[in-house]
């Protein structure tokens, strides 16, 4: 029983010494894998889920060619008519969109205008009469992320499909479906598969939960953050919301008790997205390539190369600079195994809303070291929930990083406010506030509103009230305006076009809702104005006579 089961009973961030937060500084490769087979019960239906799909992966294409230019994408289309592989014999009824490759502007374009033309995209998608062989299909794929260097650690494949039982019972169709998913587990690749309901529901028992490889080591979040079912209105927002791949940030032992320990992954589960990195980029060449920036320390005196023994670190202390060895500076660190050692338990009201000084971190167990893990995770998550406490913990989940304090939140009450979308249930870090991290903020005089305005004030909020703020309703504008302007310029398309901005307040709702009573406001208050000033008397002028 794993522990989804036990469940249903700013640069002051800390980087870890491995583990980074969304960017790794490495190449990442994605293939998009969308079934176009025919089902006995749908007919037009097939074609839409495979347009869909498209669009999405043109959109995701967009964004992280923008993000990270050096990602590979490609798409493969399976259980076509027709095909365009050249090792024809071998697999046939898959057609390849674009191929796992860097993309250039001129492909990009080129499969904009393919998207763009209706007719030639009904042509491709001609789903077979013949029974698909899923397994070949992913056979082809890893054959594709072996052509790649070493370079890339980061290989994901988008399995789209419709089809809950493409086997049609056969126990060697399964078997062969099953080595298919381990080979490509064994070489790094990661499935994320998305399940997409028809006119019937997909039912996910009947051929994928056998077929699915999870390594026994493998971390449940990470399945669970990138298992979907859901229905084809949905297929676009969530697979965009994949572009980011869910890494976990670090492992180390939560400490319950001496001698109780458990193994947890830490995640960011929300981070603000950075700006877009800029590249400097060599352009005498066909196509412009990327600078590789290597950084040379040269002695401002003698101009003469400096080597790393070359160099001492150096503190800065009353206008001098103090030389520190090697050793010393070892000293200085904090040196102690990476743990989460929970101190002791409080009411979860004492928790106040400004104590975090940092994202909170999202813990999740895993069976490693301890196979009890999941369980004990579990009953610490449920109990915590129960009581409505807090966990108070020792917080330095890897090596250098600096101990903090922080507190452990149940999120067994989060509410699904969020239409299609589950967050996973565990404990959420909150990094609480040293003496240190607390400034002194200015004093301010309080300033205190007439009565008649506050309850004036009260009726306009009344009217505004809106249910909740849901941020998947949301895109940030400024990064929407910058990939638009970026693509555009890549796409050639009109750079002037406008980006559809939700965060602009709806003005007319608002004077069709509270219009009349922010006019009564206003005009109270031009009232309380005219009676203060005609109470009020002027300053008699006196002159100050000062000696001469």
Known sequence: MDFEDNLRKDDNIEKPEKKNHEDYYIDEALLFLIDVSLLPESDEEVSIIAKTALIAAYKMLIYRVISKPTISFGILLYGTKDTNIQEFPLYSNLYLILNLDVQSGSSIRNFKILLSDDTKVSKIIIPTTKHIKLFNALEYANNMFSQLNSSYKLKRIFLITHNDDPSLGSQEYKDATIASFKNLSNSGITIEPFFINGKKMFNFDKFYKDVLYISKNADKIEHHLTYEMLDLDQMVN???????????????????????????????????????????????????????????????????????????????????????????????????????????????????????????????????????????????????????????????????????????????????????????????????????????????????????????????????????????????????WTYKKLSSIVLGEDPSADIIDKTIPNYHLINKKAGSFILQWNQLLANLNESHETTSYPFKRQRIETDD
């Open 238 to 480: 969530t697979i965009l919301r994949r572009q980011s791949p869910k890494r976990f940030l670090f492992e180390c032992s939560l400490q319950i008790a001496p001698n109780l320990d458990i193994d947890v992954r830490g995640y960011i589960l929300f981070r603000k997205r950075a700006p877009l990195k800029t590249y400097n980029v060599y352009i005498k060449t066909e196509e412009p390539q990327i600078v590789k920036t290597v950084v040379n320390y040269v002695c401002q005196e003698t101009s003469a190369p400096l080597k790393n023994e070359d160099i001492k670190m150096a503190y800065d202390f009353g206008g001098k600079k103090i030389l520190f060895s090697e050793e010393q500076m070892t000293i200085l660190r904090f040196y102690e195994d990476p743990i989460i050692r929970i101190l002791g338990f409080k009411s979860l009201d004492q928790l106040n809303f400004w104590e975090n000084v940092l994202p909170s971190y999202f813990l999740y167990p895993i069976d490693k070291k301890n196979p009890d893990s999941s369980n004990l995770f579990a009953s610490l998550a449920r109990t915590l929930y129960k009581l409505n406490k807090i966990a108070i913990a020792w917080f330095r989940p890897y090596k250098n990083s600096n101990p903090r304090i922080c507190a452990l939140v149940s999120n067994f009450n989060f509410d699904k406010k969020y239409d299609n979308y589950e967050f996973p249930k565990g404990l959420f870090a909150i990094i609480l506030p040293f003496l240190d991290d607390i400034r002194q903020n200015p004093e301010q005089d309080s300033v205190k509103a007439p009565d008649a305005l506050i309850d004036k004030m009260s009726e306009i909020i009344e009217h505004l009230m809106i249910h909740s703020y849901n941020p998947l309703h949301y895109e940030n504008p400024g990064m929407q």
